[in-house]
């Protein structure tokens, strides 16, 4: 399988302890996304890297919050001292920068990880 | 104001009908245009890219009016399996992909 895979793919932890979710983007992408959704809500932007560059972080992201890309390949993303506000499916995508035609720019998510803050 | 707005719905419509979805977003500097969809308690996955000409896929056309920073999709002939929450998907060059809030459609038999 060549797409995005996720892990864990479920979490429930207690509130103040750290969590860390991994990600691994389609080989050949040279971007990786984070996103958040809630239940009825549009997935909500937290952060992206071009190869190992951060090159974007939402000014909504507390600094609990903390994602690295290290080698350009994987990526994780950690939430320190979890909150029950953190509950939430936590996304990843990737994308590729080079054209193709009609679906330039296009994300390919993973099935996500969903984090139960008790 | 949120950066992508659509319609709150949901849309409840029997098969058969054509349904339009709305969008607007506000940072004109958005260069790419996308609906994405998304069903119950999967990932998004792209329907469509947008294009400034307009374009159709199948029973699916696209609409952008740069000048008005609207989007819209209709949905013509609709099927059970169209039902699912539809996203409307902003990107400016160099910047994060901003999603709406989405749309929920259930197409009834």
């Known amino acids: 399988d060549t797409g995005v895979s996720q892990d864990p793919r479920h979490k429930i932890t207690k509130r103040g302890q750290n969590v860390t979710f991994r990600c691994d983007p389609i080989s050949e992408h040279n971007r990786l996304y984070w996103y958040r959704q809630t239940l009825g809500q549009g997935p909500e932007f937290l952060t992206y890297?071009?190869?190992?560059?951060?090159?974007?972080k939402s000014r909504l992201l507390s600094d609990r919050f903390s994602a690295e890309r290290p080698k350009g390949s994987f990526s994780t993303l950690e939430i320190q001292r979890t909150e029950q506000g953190d509950s939430a499916m936590y996304l990843c995508a990737s994308s590729s920068t080079e054209t193709s035609g009609r679906r330039t720019g296009e994300l390919f998510f993973g099935e996500g990880s969903r984090l139960t803050v008790l | 104001r949120k950066e992508v707005e659509q319609d709150p719905g949901p849309f409840n419509v029997p098969e058969g009908a054509t349904v339009a979805f709305n969008c607007t977003y506000s940072n004109s500097a958005s260069q790419s245009f996308f609906w994405y969809r998304q069903d119950c308690r999967k990932e998004p996955k792209l329907l469509m890219s947008?294009?400034?000409s307009g374009n159709e896929d199948g029973r699916f056309t696209a609409q952008l009016n740069r000048a008005s920073q609207y989007i819209s999709l209709l949905i013509r002939d609709s099927k059970l399996s169209d039902s699912a929450t539809y996203l409307c998907?902003?990107?400016?060059?160099?910047?994060?992909?901003?999603f709406g809030p989405g749309t929920r459609l259930s197409v009834l038999p």
């Open positions: 998907v902003v990107n400016a060059v160099g910047q994060n992909f901003v």
């Open positions: 890297f071009q190869n190992e560059a951060q090159l974007e």
């Open positions: 947008v294009y400034s």
